[in-house]
């Protein structure tokens, strides 16, 4: 027979396991040999790595490596200034990629600040004040209100207990605790009500546990290992710049070989062939590629700070517009984690009630029509009821003390709830219709309580008022009902018969079905005679009046924001460890199951899955309820088997692993824990899901201006290498001189590739499906735009070369310079009118020119440049150039203009068989 789990045994074979007694506790001695024995109660945080090792590591990349030799030529070349951009770079890139892994490493730190620093102890018969770090397996504790749960402990006596798990088990309300044996040998960790759990806040009540677990061993310790043991993702962009560094590398350097070995065959003087050579493979490589992006990335995070989404990790930026799966967290993301009464059932009717959360605004109506409580009995007697019998309270915060905390961006108050959300929902449930806690003080003066409890199931509370004494009681309708002998029906008090008992029966099950959370509620007018001081006396005889059904309701912009990322083929899927009703019911409401219907699983379906039949399930999964970290993490990386590219959100402790292994963790802002935070890439300032989807839009943009800058840089730099090498291989002068192509380098490169980086993104990019993770860079026909291109440049600038020479008399000094001067203006202008092309995916013609105003100050500043080497004497014997007629200027720009022309009306002829491509196109995602 297998040992007994914790939660199954007695109070009784807990002490007799641990071998204490709860009078006494452990020895002082005892205690020592179980600290050596278990070690301390403390999260350890594995191997550390030192700050500078880390930032070290920051310089092993292929592409910082490429940039290196970049640097070493550009000295030799005496480029300092090009040289020092470059270091500049390199240490930039450097210091932000140590930045950002050094703050990840603090998600552990974070994680062991949850633990409780002391403990109330039973040691030697002696209740003392302990570090908490220095607790063992068998010690008695004692817990009140207000205490965190030093350690993982079996309950063996609980009074009114209850305790907030939401940040471990994602339980949207407190949970009541026992100290019951449970019976089944895989029970989920938010059902193990007879234990407490490290990190955890006892919110109500008192208790004393013996601890079970300490250290690594407990749940939260559970956590931290898998933190530890879970690798970050390299995020696609990472892996798609280290690809394109290494293609750059080698086909630049093989044709900058090919280009000296030609030129130097064709007689061509080595010296100045090595120069020539030098300054390809310079221009060739873009050094600016990884400053580009960067920059790229840090203006998007600058918009979606606007849009509530805070970038924690640079290249991660990109990584949401290659999403296929959002996997969301239910309380608060999806729902405003705000219980709300929504329904009423009073006298066989079903009335709704609007607001939002806790605004004390809204409207209690029946088949739409307003009900006014001056009329209607039942509601005034259940809406005093629901004030009177509550220890909550609702707090008005005013705008200009919440301006000291945190910007405002809408005027009005903010309202919250101070004790029980269950409770603080009856409060706000009062006020909309003006029974407030205010008004009910005046008339009513509370002389008693008989707290709720898990075996009674209720709670009731003794008034006073001006004609007697009352008692006023909610619980479970079920039980509740058993302690009824009448009902206020029609106004009346009348006997509660059978058959109404079955009618009310039905509504709290029916209520229940919607995932509502139902409470009934009921009252007795006291006699004279009797006790007040009995709690099964006052109990009897009561009178029904009604049931409330609550629920923490949906985002009302969430709805809209899952229909839009299906509308761009990313699937939602809600990960909660709220019950499989409640999970499922607030799905259907927000859309999350498809048409076709879905599926749903629960923690305990799940541990009978093996990794092969969840990979096969998982496709059809919606919904995953009553889940525990271990899941979280097995369904991310089922997904990421399954080719998906990842986000997962969270907020508590236990959705930190998960976190961290998705291909994007995002973590919430307002109610999110530190350790989720220190976890993630992403944090929403307003945890909302519906700012996922724009932080989505903006990431797909970012990706969409990269790939137009490497369209425009690498098809620049093709064209610079096919018109010096085609003029190799034909036995022609060189058109270009190694300064030259340095300048066109500087004027090309740099301003008008930064100004395709924060180009509007198209139309129908939210239309779009998903990239593959592993996409090339050059997919999607980039890579023949690029060369086609590129080809096109470097002929129309030989060609325009080649006329102007054959203008001059044969081996004229003057007429090379002469010729060199238009291929240099060529070249030039036909990168800067390729630039607008790079806009679209169609054609030039597609988008207008002038839209991006960045670029067109940056083309401004490239032609000012370029023309300053043409027309100031000081620069023309620097640069070898001669000023420019109109002649060689209408040849300078019909050829510049050629390739752009060309390209353009062949995308607009192939258009229409594009438009049918995408239209009949797969929808599904790329695999991983």
């Not at 974070?110 to 109330?120: I, R, T």
């Not at 749940?219 to 892996?239: F, N, R, V, W, Y």
């Not at 960067?294 to 995070?301: P, Y």
């Not at 490239?862 to 004497?873: K, N």
Request: hydrophobic share 45%.
């Amino acid at each position: 027979m297998s040992q007994k789990k914790w939660y199954q045994m007695t109070a009784e074979e807990i002490m007799q396991s641990q071998q204490i007694h709860p009078s006494k506790g452990l020895s002082s001695e005892e205690a020592r040999k179980r600290l050596d024995e278990h070690g301390r109660n403390e999260l350890s945080e594995g191997a550390k790595v030192s700050p500078v090792a880390l930032f070290l590591n920051q310089f092993k990349d292929f592409m910082v490596l490429v940039l290196m030799g970049a640097t070493l030529i550009s000295g030799l070349l005496g480029e300092y200034l090009d040289a020092i951009t470059i270091v500049a770079i390199i240490i930039m890139n450097g210091i932000l990629g140590f930045v950002q892994e050094f703050r990840a490493e603090r998600s552990l730190r974070a994680l062991k600040e949850l633990s409780a620093p002391n403990a109330k102890v039973l040691r030697d018969g002696v209740l003392s004040q302990i570090p908490a770090r220095e607790l063992v397996p068998g010690d008695v504790v004692f817990l009140e209100s207000g205490d965190r749960v030093p350690a993982d402990l079996r309950f063996i006596d609980a009074n009114s207990l209850y305790a907030e798990e939401s940040a471990l088990t994602g339980e949207s309300v407190p949970v009541n605790k026992h100290t019951n044996a449970l019976d089944g040998e895989e029970v989920p960790l938010g059902d193990q009500r007879n234990l407490g759990f490290m990190g955890t806040m006892v919110t109500r009540g008192t208790a004393k546990g013996i601890i079970v677990r300490t250290g690594m061993s407990t749940e939260m310790g559970k956590i931290a290992d898998l933190i530890q043991s879970t690798e970050s993702m390299e995020t696609p962009l990472q892996h798609r710049l280290e690809q394109l560094g290494k293609i750059l590398i080698i086909v630049a350097l093989a044709l900058t070989v090919v280009v000296v070995v030609a030129g130097i065959v064709h007689g061509q003087e080595p010296y100045g062939m090595f120069l020539a050579g030098v300054s390809l493979a310079v221009a060739a490589i873009p050094e600016g590629l990884p400053a580009i992006v960067t920059i790229a990335l840090a203006l998007g995070v600058q918009r979606m700070i606007q849009r509530k989404a805070i970038v924690r990790k640079l290249p991660s930026v990109e990584t949401l517009g290659c999403a296929s799966v959002i996997c969301s967290d239910k309380t608060g993301t999806l729902t405003q984690n705000k219980m709300t009464v929504t329904h009423l059932w009073l006298g066989g009717h079903i009335l709704e009630v609007s607001g939002d959360g806790y605004d004390p605004h809204g409207e209690i109506t029946s088949g739409g029509k307003h009900v006014n409580i001056r009329n209607n009995q039942m509601l005034r007697r259940l809406l005093q009821v629901s004030v009177l019998c509550n220890n909550a309270m609702l707090v008005e915060e005013k705008p200009e003390v919440r301006r000291k905390k945190q910007p405002v961006e809408e005027p009005g108050s903010q309202w919250s709830i101070k004790g029980d959300p269950t409770e603080g929902a009856l409060v706000v449930l009062g006020a909309k219709a003006g029974v407030t806690q205010q008004s009910m003080d005046g008339l009513y003066h509370r002389i008693g309580e008989f707290p709720f409890d898990s075996e009674r199931k209720r709670m009731s509370v003794l008034v006073e008022h001006q004609g007697g004494r009352t008692v006023c009681t909610k619980g479970a309708p079920d039980v509740l009902l058993q302690q009824c002998c009448y009902v206020l029906w029609d106004d009346r008090v009348i006997p509660f018969t059978p058959t109404l008992k079955q009618k009310v029966l039905a509504a709290n099950e029916g209520m229940a079905k919607n995932a509502l959370r139902v409470l009934g509620l009921a009252y007795r007018d006291l006699k004279i005679s009797d006790r007040s001081s009995d709690e099964e006396e006052v109990e009897l005889g009561l009178v029904f009046i009604g049931l409330t059904g609550m629920i923490d309701p949906p985002r009302k912009e969430v709805r809209d924001a899952i229909s839009q990322c299906r509308r761009a083929g990313i699937k939602t899927v809600m990960i909660t460890g709220d019950h499989q009703g409640t999970a499922e019911a607030i799905a259907k409401q927000l859309g999350i199951f498809p048409a076709a219907g879905g599926l749903a699983l629960n923690g305990q379906q799940l541990n009978q899955l093996s990794d092969e039949e969840l990979d096969q399930r998982v496709e059809d999964t919606y919904v995953y309820a009553r889940v525990s970290p271990e899941h979280k993490l097995r369904i991310v990386k089922s997904l990421q088997r399954n080719g998906h590219v990842v986000a997962m959100t969270g907020d508590g402790v236990n959705d930190a692993p998960a976190v961290k292994a998705a291909d994007i963790g995002i973590a919430m802002g307002i109610n999110g824990t530190d350790v989720t935070k220190e976890a993630s890439s992403l944090v929403l300032s307003d945890d909302n899901f519906a700012s996922i989807v724009a932080a989505i839009e903006e990431g797909r943009g970012i990706y969409e201006n990269i790939r137009k800058f490497i369209r425009y840089l690498l098809a620049s730099n093709v064209g610079e290498i096919m018109t010096m090498f085609l003029a190799m291989m034909a036995g022609l002068p060189l058109p270009l001189i190694p300064i030259q192509i340095l300048w066109v380098n500087l004027v090309t490169d740099g301003l008008p590739a930064m100004a395709l980086g924060v180009d509007q993104a198209e139309k129908d990019l939210m239309q779009q499906k998903p990239r593959g993770s592993r996409e090339n860079i050059f997919a999607r026909r980039l890579g023949w735009k690029i060369i086609s291109r590129g080809l096109l440049i470097g002929f129309c600038t030989l060609a325009a070369f080649w006329i102007v020479l054959q203008q001059g008399p044969k081996g004229d000094a003057a007429a090379l310079v002469q010729a060199q001067t238009v291929a240099f203006a060529t070249l030039v202008m036909a990168q800067l009118i390729h630039v607008f092309d790079c806009r679209s995916s169609r054609s030039i013609f597609h988008r207008n020119p002038l839209q991006n105003g960045y670029l067109v100050l940056a083309v401004i500043s490239s032609l000012i440049l370029m023309l300053a080497v043409l027309y100031i004497d000081q620069l023309q014997p620097i640069f070898k150039t001669v000023p420019l007629g109109w002649k060689d200027w209408i040849i300078v720009l019909v050829f510049a203009g050629i390739p752009t022309f060309l390209m353009g009306l062949g995308s607009v002829m192939s258009r229409p068989a594009k438009r049918k491509q995408i239209r009949y196109g797969s929808a599904k995602p790329v695999t991983r």
